[in-house]
């Protein structure tokens, strides 16, 4: 069964200080990471995907890169606008054309 | 571009009740999912149509249905409502069964 789990739960920042989310997952073969925004209230946003191992992709302040076992959203000099809750899913390759399966998310609040 | 729009954006029922809901999705997208997200559960995955035909359900009871028409658009139905059912409904487009998912803002259901 596939998996996603994220970490940590909840992040505090203050603005200006970099750090990193983490997105462990589980298949048996990997057709594509997705990395998504969600604010409160509202639906997911889209931010990246990524294919395979080694391949980094660039937003803003925002960077996300992957393993094979894991990926990272590196965060640099985030400000108060980047508080949201931060969702990680993954699509098995190996299972026909399954749907994304999401991790529970980080919730990461920038303080001013 | 119009993205996924989804109607309506709030919902009052009452429990034993049913109620529909609506996703247009992104234009030339044929694949429709829905999501249920709840604080506890994160997203959980619904069902999924492609052309008019479900291609993938989740673990959900018989009390969640769904259908896709000729345009695209989706209806998700929920019948004999249950407290537990309150959640965040959420729709999500993609050109294919492959690609990144577009998602709506969102269908706030309270169920009473």
């Known amino acids: 069964e596939d998996q996603v789990t994220q970490s940590p739960e909840a992040l505090r920042l203050q603005e200006g200080e970099s750090s990193s989310l983490n997105c462990s997952y589980t298949v048996s073969g990997l057709r594509g990471l997705f990395w998504y925004r969600q604010d409160p209230g509202k639906g997911p946003e889209f931010l990246f995907t990524l294919y395979s191992a080694g391949e980094e992709k660039e937003k803003e302040r925002l960077k996300a890169t992957l393993t094979k076992k894991e990926s990272f959203l590196h965060i640099t000099a985030p400000k108060p606008e980047d508080s949201a809750t931060y969702l990680c899913?993954?699509?098995?390759?190996?299972?026909?054309?399954?749907?994304?399966?999401f991790g529970k998310g980080t919730r990461l609040s920038v303080i001013a | 571009k119009a993205g996924v729009t989804q109607t309506p954006r709030y919902l009052i029922k009452t429990r034993g009740q049913q109620v529909t809901l609506s996703c247009s999705p992104i234009s030339g997208h044929r694949s429709v999912s829905w999501y249920q997200q709840t604080p506890g559960q994160g997203l959980q995955f619904l069902f999924e149509y492609f052309s008019e035909t479900q291609r993938n359900k989740g673990n959900f009871p018989g009390r969640f249905s769904g259908r896709q028409f000729s345009n695209s658009r989706s209806e998700m139905n929920v019948s004999t409502l249950e407290l537990g059912d309150s959640a965040l409904y959420l729709c999500?487009?993609?050109?294919?069964?492959?690609?990144?998912?577009?998602f709506g803002q969102g269908t706030r259901l309270t169920v009473v």
């Open positions: 999500a487009s993609r050109y294919g069964g492959w690609t990144e998912a577009f």
């Open positions: 899913a993954v699509q098995d390759r190996n299972s026909g054309n399954t749907p994304l399966v």
